[in-house]
């Protein structure tokens, strides 16, 4: 007999990472017949406060819950993001752009950066951003939408948002309790399980109620309620890699220019990020606290706010790493509760919204087929694993030794997979991407060139032109980018006239 589908799911947490898989489950999984999904949540907890920059992924989400976009700009607040503007990561007084979508025009059928090796190779210095569409209108403070499949170089730009994270959890849940999830407030004071299997049989509250379920979601936060503490799933840490451990985030008034880029500034002991929204500024220190205190970080950041603040500064501790298994029996953790990378390149709302999309398309029937988990298992690894290796590049690629801190990172032993791909780049100038990995060539482009990795060779094909005409190719492009960016209109603009702007 084929077993039942899961028509019982139970989601533990409130935060973006439970109001994005209610939401998505409920439109996705609500046809099926007495389906249903309970949210637990409790205010009193709160939920982290932050995370508020995203990667372009995030559109495929917004899209497949049919969200217009111009209302979700305004009723979060958000602002568009071309890329992030990296400065002081290299050395104190330089700064690079990592862009979403991809560098140069099409030329002769090989990727474009040999083009630009070869160019450096023959006397013209210029950074690769003068040829990212994106890296150059972020700078500029543009913004319009990509024009795919057109030969203007607009068909290489993407863009993600930059929002406010508890508007954007309110949004969502306002779509999934109109899609029929049950919100019930309360805090879990126990799970319940089944003495032999340990498989989760409910969620009991403070109030005495018990919710029963035959699928939970663990959305709980670092506190991994139920996929770490209850079923005490270890916890893979990284932080020998990904010495960052705190945080401390505070929001301001709106100051300074507010372009769509999110900007990471490079302190002693980490890094400043600064998120511009609508109506204010997000800004958080993520450090290493065995290379600064909390009030010295504290500190450093209220000293270089282009605002003035607008709340306490908000403190978080974190482990980098993730649960070896983020599926165990019938529970499935997404968010916090599932690991934590920091947040250098806006990984972990899309991590939440990859592990929706994994259970959906591995959604389970009431057997729980060991395959499928495993399946599960096996790609949130990589992932994890393909984004640790790129945040890691931006700290060991760096030529500051102006701190403990810095000297730390520069003398890490690099995982094998970001050991191999720097040296393929150095000696050959070629980027892999493999298994389908989340950053493309192009970013790994980025923040390799950004951070100073310069390749020894470029493809034979870039040295089919003669040095004349390359330099007059790469001229070309550099022009055709910078006349369509002078064309665009300023993202406050674009906002004021499609209807996005608060
Ligand atoms: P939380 O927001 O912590 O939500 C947990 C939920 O569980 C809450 O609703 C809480 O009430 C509930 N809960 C916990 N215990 C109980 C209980 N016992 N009973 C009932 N309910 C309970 N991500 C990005 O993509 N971009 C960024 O720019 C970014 N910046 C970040 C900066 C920092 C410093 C940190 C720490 C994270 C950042 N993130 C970022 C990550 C991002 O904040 C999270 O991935 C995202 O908010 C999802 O969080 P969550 O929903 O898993 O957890």
Redesign the pocket.
Known sequence: MTPAPVTNVVI???????WMAAAALAHVMGKLPGFSVTL????A??????????IPQIIGYNRMLGIDEMEFMRETRATYKLGIEFVDWLRPGHSYVHPFGSYGLDMLGIDFQHFWIRGSAIGDETPVDAYSIAAMAGKAGKFDWPRPNTKSPMAKLAYAFQFD?ARYARFLRARAEADGVTRVE????EVEQNGESGVVTGIK?DSGQTIEGELFID?????S?LLGQALEVPFKDWSDWLPCDS?V?VPCTLGGKHEPL?RSTARPAGWQ?R?PLQHRLGN?H?FSSQHMSREDATDLLLANLDGQPLADPNQ?S?TAGHRARAWEKNVVA????AG?L??LE???????QSGIARLLSLFPDTSFGATEIARFNEETDREYADIRDFLVLHYNASERDDSEFWRYCRNLELPEGLREKLEMFRSSGRIFRENNELFTEASWLAVMSGQGVHPERYHPVAGLLDEAETLERLRHIREVIAHTVEQLPTQDAFLQQRGGAV
Do not use: K
Request: one cysteine or more; glycine letters at 20%.
């Open positions: 533990v947490g409130g935060g973006t990472a439970g637990v949540e409790s205010e907890i709160g939920t982290v406060g932050v995370g508020e920059a995203t994270a309360g805090r879990v004071v509250l959305c709980s936060g670092f506190r309620l945080a985030a999110t990020w998120i958080g993520v978080l974190f997404l968010g916090l509760a934590f920091e947040p806006s990984t972990s709302i899309h991590l939440v």
